[in-house]
Each structure stands twice: as structure tokens, then as C-alpha cells.
């Protein structure tokens, strides 16, 4: 099974500030590698797919970046709805596994 | 726009069977293969399995043995049945959308219900 860590799982930042997330899995997944925003309450929405092909309809604000065991999201300015928790999963084995999650709060 | 609706019952006995369906609107089970997804309390998130319109399955290994989906092209609408569930079943669960994009046809889960929330407890 593919092991999906992300750090940190959690951060406090400002509006404006630029901020990287990181998610680094166990086995090579070339670029098998989707970036979720979940608000609370909320279900899951995809910002990133293939490791750095941004969503249609998603702020160009986000971005994403890697291959093979080590991704980044990278938000450049944040904004007061960004304000979530950011999940990565993996679509390159069966199980399409995500990882734990970081939650991005307001400092 | 594709939009989807779980419903089925909000609690479920142990050793019983959670049964959920999917309605989507805004476009055809054609379109896309149909995942089911579900978030533990402590916010974990796990693939459940997708369906094919043609009815076509692919489950995750772990609740293979418990785990069935069907789709009923009539109403536009799939379902899951999860037997015997214990209380580790207990969880959001969400349906999506599978789509792919990009050169390599990368798979990601496009559409989402809002989910629901499913405890198993007697």
C-alpha cells in the first residue's frame, strides 16, 4: 500500500502570506497526485489534479508542483476563504489513498 | 452542472447493513464512473469503490468481502450496501464523480454530494 504523509497537519498563517504544503508518499507515483480544499462542513473539492494541472474554476492563486514521491501545494497569497483543511490522494494504486490532511487557520 | 444527493439512514445497528443511494442531476451516469468516499471522525478520508453505468465494479480491498454497488440507469441514481458494519463504520460517506484530465488521463474525484453522516450504534 501507498503511504501518503503530509505536513505540516497543521499551520497558522495571515491574508497575503504564501503558503506550501507538502505531501510526500512511499512508493514513486510519477504524477498520479490530486490537491483537495475541504471547508468544514463541507465536501472535499479538487484544486489540483495530476500534480500540477490546475482545475478549471479554480483561483491560478493555488499551484502545485513535483513527481514521484515528493508534491507541494503552494498557495501565493492567501485569502480570507482558503481558510480549510487540504487533503493530497494518490490515483495511481487501487486504493487511491489520501493523506491525513492539514488544516490551515488564521493566525 | 452534475450535482449529487446521498440519502439513506443516518443510523444503522452493528452487524446490520448501511444502505445508501446517489441521485444525480445535471447529467447522465454515462458521463463519468461513480465512486462512493467516506470520512471518518477523525477527518480520514478512504475510497469506498466505484461503479461503471454498465455496472462494472472496482471495490477497495479492504471491504471487498462486505462491500456491493449497483446503479439504476432508470433513475439515475447508484447505491452501496455495506454489511455487517461495526462501529469503525461508523463515518461521512460521500458520493463523486470519477473524471480524468490532462495528457495521462489522471483520475480525480470532480463532482461530491454534501455527504452523510451514518453512525452505526444500537
Known amino acids: 500500500d501507498i503511504q501518503m504523509t503530509q505536513s505540516p497537519s497543521s499551520l497558522s498563517a495571515s491574508v497575503g502570506d504564501r503558503v506550501t504544503i507538502t505531501c510526500r508518499t512511499s512508493h514513486n507515483i510519477n504524477s498520479y497526485l490530486n490537491w483537495y480544499q475541504q471547508r468544514p462542513g463541507k465536501a472535499p473539492k479538487v484544486l489540483i489534479y495530476g500534480a500540477s494541472s490546475l482545475q478549471s474554476g479554480v483561483p491560478s492563486r493555488f499551484s502545485g508542483s513535483g513527481s514521484g514521491t515528493d508534491f507541494t501545494l503552494t498557495i501565493s497569497s492567501l485569502q480570507p476563504e482558503d481558510f480549510a483543511t487540504y487533503f493530497c490522494q494518490e490515483s495511481y494504486s487501487t486504493l487511491r489513498t489520501f493523506g491525513q490532511g492539514t488544516r490551515v487557520d488564521i493566525k | 452542472q452534475v450535482q449529487l444527493q446521498e440519502s439513506g439512514p443516518g443510523l444503522v445497528k452493528p452487524s446490520e447493513t448501511l444502505s445508501l443511494t446517489c441521485s444525480v442531476s445535471g447529467g447522465s451516469l454515462r458521463t463519468y464512473y461513480w465512486s462512493w468516499i467516506r470520512q471518518s471522525p477523525g477527518m480520514r478520508l478512504e475510497w469506498i469503490g466505484y461503479i461503471f453505468n454498465s455496472g462494472t465494479t472496482n471495490y477497495n480491498p479492504s471491504l471487498k468481502s462486505r462491500l456491493s454497488m449497483s446503479v439504476d440507469s432508470s433513475k439515475n441514481q447508484f447505491s452501496m450496501k455495506l454489511t455487517s458494519v461495526t462501529a469503525a463504520d461508523t463515518a461521512v460517506y460521500f458520493c463523486?464523480?470519477?473524471?480524468?484530465?490532462?495528457?495521462?488521463?489522471?483520475?480525480?474525484?470532480?463532482?461530491w454530494g454534501q455527504g452523510t453522516l451514518v453512525t452505526v450504534s444500537s
Open positions: 463523486a464523480s470519477n473524471a480524468k484530465g490532462g495528457t495521462n488521463s489522471f483520475e480525480y474525484f470532480h463532482h
